[in-house]
């Protein structure tokens, strides 16, 4: 499962499907707005989202994983892979970005 949203804002503007019994999951693309993402005065490309990752629990209390910080500048370049903040192992791979 993960969030993304906008870091001070903590607005939530995307949250994904729920990948079951999976230790590398491939979640389902999906579509971003620069406008979702940019600041006051700003286009967006430079302006840092925050990816956060969780391990469902039926019982509602999801662990939290880690995050990445990013901005979609850094996901224009081809495949891009990020370590996972605050995580003992694992990165996160962004394979596409169109514009």
């Given at each position: 499962?993960?969030?993304i ?13 729920i ?6 999951p ?74």
């Amino acid at each position: 499962m993960e969030y993304i949203k906008q870091p001070k804002i903590e607005n939530i503007i995307y949250k994904s499907e729920i990948i079951f019994i999976e230790l590398s999951p491939n979640w389902i693309p999906f579509t971003l707005r620069l406008a979702d993402i940019a600041t006051s005065n700003s286009t967006g490309w430079e302006d840092k989202f925050c990816i956060s990752l969780f391990d469902y629990d039926k019982n509602g209390t999801h662990d939290f994983i880690g995050y990445i910080m990013i901005n979609v500048r850094e996901c224009t370049f081809g495949s891009f892979m990020a370590p996972i903040e605050m995580a003992s192992t694992g990165g996160f791979i962004i394979h596409k970005c169109t514009y």
